[in-house]
């Protein structure tokens, strides 16, 4: 039980110039590292120095990070991942800037995980003493957290199987294609902690990206955001609603290279104990758009 | 990292017609067992046997029921309850109905404590295929989950330590009665998993009930449950406001026998690499009301 | 200045008794009166006998009521309509239940209006003296009020006309089809008070309905009314968003004759001496759907 | 049936600098002229060239006006309040910057007010032509619009009957010292359309201000808007509540020189054929805190 988060998306993007003014001033992320062709940005609710990577060139995900709670589950995931037949390297101190050692492998679905244990803490604007709420004058969204991802892959039952078995996330909701036995998996959800999910996986070509998205307080938030994001001519793809699937208020749009983003707020209190909702594909609709009940046709084809 | 939430509040009342009006009828909880002066309860969105268990005779808290995620987490908690030097005792599966095998102890503070690893569970009205988001027609409040307690008592530094060393719970946030090195601690907030409290501890008489909350959705939520309580006449403690002291949005209030409750929501993601935030009393009306930045007087004075 | 409002909608559906559940039960309206085939119902908040009349055979609106301010009104509006050129017709008290003498006339869209003084009042639930401020209990949606109509007809010019010339309405936003000179005029929305509209007529067939609207307070209680419609699956049109037009927060649906119903809340206030906004037909997507920027298909189709 | 709305309230501050930092930048009000010693603002959403006035030199309130819909209005009601037997003079276009002639009369409660047809537009941010709903980069709370006052005096059934008999008032909410017949009228709430009051008194000492209002779109407005003030150290004198008296939902907070403002949302729609609530002492603090259900000491004893 030591994953404690996705900590961090590094994501690539086709104009370094726009995807900063998106990331920056429409996210309303805090810029706190830049070298040539990357920039790095954190959340105000964050602590860590980052948690969105972006560099130059592409569209897509180049990794993801997850943070462990001690350097011991460094070693004892390094073991499990092998045991689990996933190919693992070690990384060192400074592969990423500010991040400690750690563990790096590939995916059955073709995604590249990190596990680490230290990022240099930055700290936060409101301080840890007698601290006010929040901020004043946030840009933007002014988006507190990253949340989680969704990644597109062939190997749905594979991925899914990895991070359970040699990562203890439990799933919170699988999408089945039918109700027939054996039907095949089309996409899982999956805890770490309380939220309704930290991560999730989509059947598709290997090594997209779905989305990842930013933690809001509250569907208040949520319709907030998407004004900002009106204002601004970002490309809207789902406007706001409700996912049937977690529950969580949502809105989907694009950043300037095409990369999917979410706003997301709610969803329940989840835990290992907390039985695995289920889903098949003909209630899709249902699932991602609860009010609308209609599947937006990008959502099984456009990735990054 | 076996504890996963506070699973039940047990409690007394003055007059158990009168309390289950108001567990029942106000904050729309389902009855689930009646015994001889005993009603159990459950949140809609709660999948185990209970959550809120009344009787008869008194006021104040009984004890209080951790559920831990594996049946080897008991025996290592009680071997490091043990270490720590409290007393501890098996409890059989059946001494609480529904509940099964776990270990009892008592706090530093004078409470009872128990951790269980099963409850029989009666799953939820959407039920967990391609559900709806919430059932109509709600009772009340509708309450979806209970949330965390706080719980009085002398000694805060010894069992917040007890929390921390034995259980493995980290402190989200505490308030000390001066800026001074070795202030005294007058109260601590502690998470297990990523809710910004799952417990919390006020200095005062031993064994004593400040209050239990219950999850609510958000902000509206919490203040259109206030309607209901003026609707019903619940004599309101703090009315609907945000706290400083973990960012959530509540309202105090007090069962018919004079128990205080809470509905809760909001607050920040917690994880066990966050800082804690530090509180000293003179800001104890910031923390409590943000908004009006005032110590409600019953607050450090009524317990039950 | 004597029209105060939109005080009832006299509506055609196909069922009576599936009409009737879902505007007792999903809109959550109370009957206040039943005849052969008909049935009249208010809101919550509504101290007059009825707002919305139902009866059996076929779809669309019947005719259309309009509460003025005096009895010297309805004199004064008869002449004035008939200056305009309206064919002008009294009417008795009791040809509708519970409503005084008045006038009815044509409107150049084809669609039937009567201007009233008197309706029987009954009261509200929470009374007025000290009252709560809604009461506990309602069923469904638990609409206060009616709010406002959309009517179709192809005059558009005449009818806004009529209503601004003869009624004292005034012009809160106006869809030009083009920004060209003497570009026809699509669609006019007219209030008689501070509401941003109590009124609004469409380029279409004659005599037809697009939307009557109930008020709800906020957003929050639109996107929670969605939930009750989604609960009854009850057919949504466009699902919960903001018109940019009027600003409204809205959700379109149908009742189960197909006539489409609107919940509606926010809007700004509006004067004789606001400037008039103005759409061309182009942006009619931003006006309609303020997140999704696209026109639903269905909304220059579909009327009854 | 003339009057619109309150257009302006004119106020003296203690320092200029001091309140000009709190209405610019903490209300978020819109700077649109300046001269020797008076600050001219207007809110984002209103088209005249302002709604509030400060004055340095005192406390309390100088002036009100409210603007009427004709010229004739201005006529009309010269007569009626000459009738009424109140004093009234001539103003003339200029006396009041941007403001064209007019008429002024003191009240029975000791307030001067004035009626003006004509004041310069300066237009909104987001235009009239397609607009987007709302500004962005709004400071502080950004507030849209003047919305209503409460004035203290001692012959509040005087100001009562004159602004119901000469201006066409009609009351919405009265509050009666007690049930008795004949027992005094200690309050009363009037509009002239549809909000839930445009102005209000208050029996007091003479001349005095209890606060004047800013409209906010709804109770998440109201409540964000309470964070920045209590970011800002803006006294606050009734934290975030529903009144139970217009069902509005409130904060009430002091300019840096004591004059109490509100921030209002929320109220039910209002027609002149809308039965009057009554309120008696006894209840006071149910119609002022809806939740709380206290009286604030400062609202009966604190103005300016």
């Given at each position: 039980m030591g994953v404690m988060r996705m900590g961090y998306v590094h994501a690539k993007v086709t104009d370094l110039a726009e995807a900063d003014q998106h990331y920056s001033q429409v996210m309303g992320l805090y810029e706190t590292a830049r070298e040539d062709g990357t920039i790095y940005y954190k959340g105000w609710d964050e602590f860590d120095h980052h948690s969105v990577v972006i560099e130059e060139g592409g569209v897509g995900v180049v990794k993801v990070g997850f943070k462990v709670r001690t350097l011991e589950d460094l070693a004892q995931y390094e073991t499990r991942l092998q045991q689990f037949g996933a190919t693992v390297e070690r990384m060192s101190a400074g592969e990423n800037l500010k991040v400690g050692d750690g563990i790096r492998f590939i995916a059955p679905n073709g995604h590249v995980f990190e596990l680490y244990h230290e990022m240099e803490q930055v700290g936060v604007e409101v301080g840890t003493h007698c601290p006010d709420s929040f901020p004043m004058d946030l840009r933007g969204i002014g988006a507190p957290n990253l949340d989680h991802g969704l990644f597109v892959g062939d190997d749905v039952e594979g991925v899914e199987k990895l991070f359970i078995e040699a990562l203890d996330f439990y799933p919170s909701e699988r999408m089945l294609a039918t109700g027939d036995d054996g039907a095949p998996l089309i996409a899982t959800w999956l805890s770490c902690g309380n939220k309704s999910h930290d991560i999730a996986f989509l059947k598709g070509p290997d090594g997209k990206l779905h989305h990842f998205a930013f933690y809001l307080k509250d569907w208040n938030h949520v319709t907030a955001a998407a004004d900002i994001l009106v204002h601004h001519d970002t490309p809207m793809d789902l406007p706001p609603t409700r996912h049937g699937i977690t529950r969580g208020e949502t809105t989907y749009f694009f950043d300037p290279s095409g990369n999917r983003n979410e706003t997301f707020a709610g969803g329940y209190l989840m835990y290992p104990d907390r039985p695995c909702v289920e889903w098949t594909m003909d209630q899709l609709g249902k699932g991602l758009d609860?009010?609308?009940?209609?599947?937006?046709?990008?959502?099984l084809t456009v990735y990054s």
């Open positions: 609860y009010y609308r009940r209609e599947v937006t046709p990008t959502f």
